[in-house]
Nanobody, 116 residues
Framework: QVQLVESGGGLVQAGESLRLSCVASGSIFRINAMGWYRQAPGKQRELVAVITNSGRANYGDSVKGRFTISRDNAKNTVYLQMNSLNAEATAVYYC??????????WGQGTQVTVSS
Protein backbone atom coordinates (compact mmCIF):
# COMPACT_ATOMS: atom_id res chain seq x y z
CA GLN A 1 0.00 0.00 0.00
CA VAL A 2 0.91 3.64 -0.48
CA GLN A 3 0.74 6.21 2.28
CA LEU A 4 0.53 9.95 1.64
CA VAL A 5 1.24 12.81 4.01
CA GLU A 6 0.43 16.39 3.04
CA SER A 7 1.82 19.59 4.49
CA GLY A 8 1.91 23.29 3.72
CA GLY A 9 -1.67 24.39 4.21
CA GLY A 10 -2.58 27.48 6.16
CA LEU A 11 -4.23 30.88 6.19
CA VAL A 12 -3.22 33.44 3.57
CA GLN A 13 -4.53 36.71 2.18
CA ALA A 14 -6.10 36.92 -1.24
CA GLY A 15 -3.46 37.34 -3.92
CA GLU A 16 -0.78 35.54 -1.95
CA SER A 17 0.88 32.23 -2.70
CA LEU A 18 1.16 28.89 -0.93
CA ARG A 19 2.96 25.65 -1.68
CA LEU A 20 1.64 22.27 -0.65
CA SER A 21 3.78 19.16 -0.36
CA CYS A 22 2.86 15.50 -0.35
CA VAL A 23 5.30 12.76 0.55
CA ALA A 24 4.59 9.21 -0.56
CA SER A 25 5.84 6.12 1.23
CA GLY A 26 5.24 2.40 1.17
CA SER A 27 4.72 0.66 -2.18
CA ILE A 28 5.59 3.71 -4.24
CA PHE A 29 6.48 1.53 -7.23
CA ARG A 30 2.71 1.07 -7.67
CA ILE A 31 2.10 4.77 -8.28
CA ASN A 32 1.07 5.71 -11.82
CA ALA A 33 0.26 9.34 -11.17
CA MET A 34 -0.13 11.71 -8.26
CA GLY A 35 -2.37 14.67 -7.89
CA TRP A 36 -4.28 17.08 -5.77
CA TYR A 37 -8.00 17.34 -5.18
CA ARG A 38 -9.87 19.82 -3.05
CA GLN A 39 -13.19 19.93 -1.29
CA ALA A 40 -14.84 23.12 -0.16
CA PRO A 41 -17.66 23.14 2.41
CA GLY A 42 -20.89 21.94 0.85
CA LYS A 43 -19.23 21.06 -2.45
CA GLN A 44 -18.02 17.91 -4.12
CA ARG A 45 -14.36 16.99 -4.22
CA GLU A 46 -12.82 18.27 -7.43
CA LEU A 47 -9.60 17.71 -9.32
CA VAL A 48 -7.01 20.45 -8.96
CA ALA A 49 -4.03 18.97 -10.77
CA VAL A 50 -2.45 15.65 -11.62
CA ILE A 51 1.01 14.66 -12.80
CA THR A 52 2.10 11.36 -14.28
CA ASN A 53 5.34 9.52 -13.64
CA SER A 54 6.66 10.96 -16.90
CA GLY A 55 5.90 14.49 -15.76
CA ARG A 56 2.81 15.17 -17.82
CA ALA A 57 0.50 17.51 -15.95
CA ASN A 58 -3.17 18.34 -16.23
CA TYR A 59 -5.15 20.97 -14.35
CA GLY A 60 -8.69 21.76 -13.39
CA ASP A 61 -10.11 24.66 -15.40
CA SER A 62 -10.43 26.91 -12.36
CA VAL A 63 -6.70 26.79 -11.54
CA LYS A 64 -5.07 26.81 -14.96
CA GLY A 65 -2.40 29.46 -15.20
CA ARG A 66 -2.22 30.01 -11.44
CA PHE A 67 -1.35 26.62 -9.95
CA THR A 68 1.61 24.43 -10.87
CA ILE A 69 2.09 20.80 -9.96
CA SER A 70 5.54 19.26 -9.89
CA ARG A 71 7.24 16.20 -8.49
CA ASP A 72 10.62 15.22 -7.12
CA ASN A 73 10.94 11.51 -7.72
CA ALA A 74 14.10 11.27 -5.63
CA LYS A 75 12.13 12.53 -2.64
CA ASN A 76 8.87 10.75 -3.51
CA THR A 77 7.23 14.13 -3.21
CA VAL A 78 4.70 16.04 -5.25
CA TYR A 79 4.19 19.77 -4.87
CA LEU A 80 1.38 22.17 -5.65
CA GLN A 81 2.43 25.78 -6.08
CA MET A 82 -0.62 28.01 -5.75
CA ASN A 83 -0.35 31.63 -6.85
CA SER A 84 -2.84 34.48 -6.94
CA LEU A 85 -5.05 32.74 -4.43
CA ASN A 86 -8.63 33.84 -4.06
CA ALA A 87 -11.42 32.99 -1.65
CA GLU A 88 -12.69 30.25 -3.99
CA ALA A 89 -9.50 28.34 -3.24
CA THR A 90 -10.54 27.85 0.38
CA ALA A 91 -10.89 24.11 0.84
CA VAL A 92 -9.33 21.00 2.23
CA TYR A 93 -6.69 19.82 -0.21
CA TYR A 94 -6.09 16.12 -0.56
CA CYS A 95 -3.13 14.38 -2.12
CA UNK A 96 -4.01 11.39 -4.27
CA UNK A 97 -2.02 8.56 -5.80
CA UNK A 98 -3.37 6.47 -8.66
CA UNK A 99 -1.94 2.99 -8.15
CA UNK A 100 -1.81 -0.22 -10.14
CA UNK A 101 -2.45 -3.51 -8.45
CA UNK A 102 -3.84 -1.89 -5.31
CA UNK A 103 -6.34 0.65 -4.15
CA UNK A 104 -5.67 4.31 -4.81
CA UNK A 105 -4.25 6.24 -1.87
CA TRP A 106 -5.44 9.46 -0.27
CA GLY A 107 -3.77 11.73 2.22
CA GLN A 108 -5.47 13.04 5.32
CA GLY A 109 -5.98 16.49 3.83
CA THR A 110 -4.60 19.92 4.60
CA GLN A 111 -6.70 23.03 5.08
CA VAL A 112 -6.14 26.07 2.90
CA THR A 113 -7.99 29.22 3.87
CA VAL A 114 -7.84 32.41 1.81
CA SER A 115 -9.14 35.57 3.40
CA SER A 116 -10.36 38.41 1.24
Amino acid sequence: QVQLVESGGGLVQAGESLRLSCVASGSIFRINAMGWYRQAPGKQRELVAVITNSGRANYGDSVKGRFTISRDNAKNTVYLQMNSLNAEATAVYYCHANCWGSADAWGQGTQVTVSS
